[in-house]
């Protein structure tokens, strides 16, 4: 079983939809979660970053963090063309913030 | 634009080459990553620095040499590579809190790297 795991995808949704796209994992330690998108020959971007268990929102963004499954969520609402990339999700245990784990990444397309 | 900067975006080496990529940062953080990314794949860890002094190496060829001058640059320098060796590769850097919330990387846009 891998660290981490992830949705494969090829995700393709309408304009307007609402996207989820999940991770679970297998380390209890984990405490940081960070969702990034990473544009086709870019470099990942963070979208969100989270501490623990709870939400946060940003936007039309939406972070999930549920440690009692070890399970995160990312979800957009109104999907825009311009969110097709490949959403990554990545965790580390502590907060000297170098050993992240990265999940093999979903690839989403919205189309118009 | 990201505020991690890396030079340059595209590089094609041939095997016997000796060619360096850079990156540079101006957000103050003191800890600072070389990632490799092949298509389809998530970043592999190669190279940490904490504080300019080396402090992981996951286990990669003494073909890749990495150097950090000062807080906000880091080097790598890349000698008789392989084809193999053709990736995207990234810099990222991180705060260094210590007891704090943590701190995530943020990452440049890399450089593609072709080797003939």
């Known amino acids: 079983q891998k660290e981490v795991e992830q949705d494969p995808g090829p995700l393709s949704v309408p304009e307007g939809a609402i996207v989820s796209l999940n991770c679970t994992y297998s380390?209890?330690?984990?405490?940081?979660f960070m969702w990034y998108r990473q544009y086709s020959r870019k470099g990942p971007e963070l979208l969100m970053y989270t501490y623990s268990s709870g939400n946060k929102e940003d936007g039309r963004f939406t972070a999930q963090v549920d440690k009692s499954s070890k399970y995160i969520s990312l979800f957009i609402r109104d999907s825009q063309p311009s969110d097709s990339a490949t959403y990554l999700c990545a965790m580390s245990e502590d907060d000297y913030g170098q050993n992240f784990v990265f999940g093999p990444g979903t690839r989403l397309s919205v189309l118009p | 634009d990201t505020e991690v900067t890396q030079t340059p975006k595209h590089l094609v080496m041939g095997m016997t080459n000796k060619k360096s990529l850079k990156c540079e940062q101006h957000m103050g953080h003191r800890a600072m990553y070389w990632y490799k990314q092949k298509a389809k794949k998530p970043p592999e860890l190669m190279f940490v620095y904490s504080y300019e002094k080396l402090s992981i190496n996951e286990s990669v060829p003494s073909r890749f040499s990495p150097e950090c001058p000062n807080s906000s640059l880091l080097n790598l320098h890349l000698h008789a590579l392989q084809p193999e060796d053709s990736a995207l590769y990234l810099c990222?850097?991180?705060?260094?809190?210590?007891?704090?919330?943590?701190?995530?990387?943020?990452f440049g846009n890399g450089t593609r790297l072709t080797v003939t």
């Open positions: 990222a850097s991180s705060l260094i809190l210590l007891g704090g919330t943590g701190s995530p990387l943020h």
């Open positions: 380390n209890s330690a984990f405490q940081y």
